[in-house]
């Protein structure tokens, strides 16, 4: 490899931080009088993205969180005219959650 031009660093090294991993979030609907089971599979910088996204759903849809599968909380958008979210602890896991961060489909 030829050594670097005077005040330029070699390709491939780099004293800065690695770039920061943006998590794999999932917003996973059950099959209700509203909709039928669904599940988003995004990475964001944060979890708060999940509002951006579950606001296209019908209101009084509900969903559960996961970040990196491991379940975050519970989501509720509670009207559409007055959009506000209910925000809950995590339900108690189902046998449909995700048990892995891996999110294989199911058979």
Known sequence: MNAPVTGQV??????GPAP??????M???DEDH???????LFEAASP????DIAAGEAAGRSARLFVDGAPL???????????????AAPTARTRAD???ATFEEKP
């Open 98 to 100: 995700p048990v892995s």
């Open 10 to 15: 070699a390709a491939g090294t780099s004293d």
């Open 48 to 51: 708060a993205s999940a509002l």
């Open 34 to 40: 509203i909709g039928l089971e669904k599940r988003l």
């Open 27 to 29: 917003l996973h609907y």
């Open 73 to 87: 909380c519970s989501l509720l958008k509670a009207d559409d005219d007055n959009p506000y979210w209910i925000v």
């Open 20 to 25: 920061a991993r943006k998590p794999t979030l």
